[in-house]
């Protein structure tokens, strides 16, 4: 069964994520991020901009046949739809919605901010989980 953990009171989505995805792709993780596009744009642009000596491998799923296959295993993969990936170890959710197909992989990650009705949408996807029978971790993000 998917291993689920809610990361709380994330202050800003897509600098944690890039943090997220730097430490998981050294762990030498299978990572795929999904949400809205313009999210995962963010991501994108934030992983390009990072220095050499912390560069992430990352591509978009939809393209991932423009990625040889030696380098596809190494490769942080950006979705909108999770199920379409080809990755299925660690599944983060930068999106407002259960994603689709979460339970092909081996872990989820949800990331909260302190936004308000993003709480309310996690608070939700929080309690569709535990109806289904999850196991789920609370992780309170400290402050910088």
């Given at each position: 069964m998917t291993g689920i953990r809610f990361d709380f009171n994330v202050a800003?989505?897509?600098?944690?994520?890039?943090?997220?995805?730097?430490?998981?792709?050294?762990?030498?993780?299978?990572?795929?991020?999904?949400?809205?596009?313009?999210?995962?744009a963010a991501i994108d642009g934030a992983l390009w901009r990072i220095g050499?000596?912390?560069?992430?491998?990352h591509a978009w799923a939809s393209r991932a046949d423009a990625v040889p296959g030696r380098l596809r295993a190494g490769t942080v993969w950006l979705a909108t739809e999770a199920d379409a990936?080809?990755?299925?170890?660690?599944?983060?959710?930068?999106?407002?919605?259960?994603?689709?197909?979460?339970?092909?992989?081996?872990?989820?990650i949800e990331l909260v901010t302190v936004d308000e009705a993003d709480r309310q949408a996690a608070r939700e996807r929080w309690r569709?989980?535990?109806?289904?029978?999850?196991?789920?971790?609370?992780?309170?993000?400290?402050?910088a």
């Open positions: 800003d989505r897509v600098d944690y994520a890039c943090r997220l995805l730097r430490k998981a792709w050294r762990a030498g993780s299978s990572v795929v991020v999904t949400g809205d596009e313009a999210t995962l050499a000596a912390d560069f992430v491998p990936s080809p990755g299925h170890g660690t599944l983060v959710n930068v999106g407002p919605q259960v994603p689709v197909g979460f339970e092909s992989f081996e872990r989820l569709g989980y535990a109806r289904r029978g999850y196991a789920i971790e609370r992780h309170e993000v400290a402050s």
